[in-house]
């Protein structure tokens, strides 16, 4: 054996320590020159604009530690992750476990964190280059991850909103599972977004109806800009936006200024900025971002309060952009119940753990069990509660089955 076929597992402190095209590989095998990408997110210029602009890194709590898996010189995976000082940013929340490690006299931070900073939104997490297997893949980053871990004596790794099949592989190779729930659209080949509403109930279709009319009524005109129509004014006007939400909901923004001059200079294409104006001054807007099969929903902030002008513009002109571009999800972010009634339905989200403490994994073990059966009791409770048409109702609850 001359060592060709050992798969070498190398810890990145920054993403710039691999090449771009060696990791888009592995984040989008069946990327090509002018498609949108997959995942957005996991593209190496995403990432590497989280890092240039300090959003990530020292002082954030995200310490950045990639992992790229090698055969034969040749990158055959990669894995997003991050030493974490902290439980923010995350959404899939572990402070509890957190709290409970610490008081019996461990220690929980730092843990390493397969993620997306700041970004619930579900995606591949062990990233397999074109041609490879990717269930060799996989188990080869799993087994890198538990070793850093466990090789500097941190307590746990966490991935956090995997796919399906990913969540699948890991509980194989011995990680605990964990559900959660978020709120999705389902695009069924709509001509229009007319097309969307006769498919709901008579009573939700009349109150989308309304709430239209409402955001209308504030006067304002909205703007769906993505590309070369984003200007850097624009983005000016979104920061104002996005630092008034940040602090309402987090206490202090997570990302940076400069993040949104890093996404005008490379992620533009990417983008789906909504804006409503009022002679020609932005005072609201919702950020989204780009793929080649989903759009998903970030950020929202307002200047000016009107009526319904939140659902309008994160909601509705998603679902109409969605529609326009053939897309198949809309991604709303994380939580929502009142997204239901907007045409949305529930859906599981996924993620994967591995806690070195035999006694605590035990435990975390039978607390996961029972939120497992939890989460599936509140999604068909809601299901049964669908917008949608009886019938359709029916083919909805057999697709999430």
Not at 60 to 66: I, M, V
Not at 303 to 313: A, D, K
Not at 331 to 357: C, D, F, M, N
Request: charged share 25%.
């Amino acid at each position: 054996m001359d060592g060709s076929d050992v798969v070498e597992i190398t810890a990145l402190t920054s993403i710039d320590e691999i090449d771009a095209q060696d990791w888009d590989r592995c984040a989008d095998p069946e990327g090509a020159p002018g498609l949108a990408p997959e995942n957005p997110f996991l593209t190496h210029r995403f990432l590497k604009a989280l890092e240039d602009s300090r959003s990530v890194g020292r002082g954030s709590g995200w310490a950045p530690r990639h992992l790229a898996a090698r055969l034969g010189g040749r990158v055959i995976g990669v894995m997003p992750l991050y030493a974490k000082g902290h439980s923010q940013g995350e959404y899939v929340f572990d402070h509890s476990w957190a709290h409970a490690y610490e008081r019996a006299g461990g220690e929980y931070y730092p843990k390493l964190q397969g993620a997306v900073p700041f970004t619930p939104a579900t995606g591949r997490r062990f990233l397999t280059a074109p041609g490879e297997s990717t269930a060799a893949v996989v188990s080869a980053l799993v087994q890198g991850a538990v070793q850093l871990a466990a090789g500097n004596g941190l307590s746990s790794l966490h991935v956090t909103f995997c796919t399906e099949e990913e969540w699948e592989m890991g509980a194989e190779i011995g990680l605990l599972q964990r559900t959660g729930e978020q709120f999705h659209w389902k695009n069924r080949g709509y001509a229009d977004f007319e097309a969307f509403l006769g498919d709901l109930s008579s009573r939700k279709r009349k109150n989308i109806r309304r709430e239209r009319r409402e955001a209308a009524a504030s006067g304002l005109e909205i703007r769906a800009l993505t590309g070369d129509d984003l200007r850097p004014e624009h983005w000016d006007a979104f920061w104002r936006f996005y630092q008034d939400t940040g602090s309402r909901k987090w206490g202090s923004p997570y990302l940076t200024r400069d993040f949104f001059n890093r996404v005008q200079e490379s992620l533009r294409d990417d983008v789906l900025l909504v804006l409503a104006e009022r002679d020609g001054r932005p005072v609201a807007g919702a950020l989204n971002f780009i793929g080649r099969r989903s759009l998903f929903g970030r950020y929202w902030g307002c200047t000016e309060h009107h009526p319904c002008l939140h659902f309008e513009l994160c909601y509705y002109r998603a679902i109409d952009f969605a529609i326009a571009r053939g897309l198949e999800t809309v991604e709303a972010g994380a939580q929502g119940e009142h997204k239901l009634a907007r045409g949305y339905l529930p859906v599981k989200t996924h993620s994967l753990h591995w806690i070195g403490e035999p006694s605590f994994r035990r435990a975390v073990a039978e607390y996961l069990e029972a939120e497992r059966e939890a989460v599936g009791d509140e999604i068909a409770w809601l299901s049964e509660r669908s917008p949608f048409r009886k019938s359709d109702l029916t083919r909805e609850i057999e697709e999430h089955d």
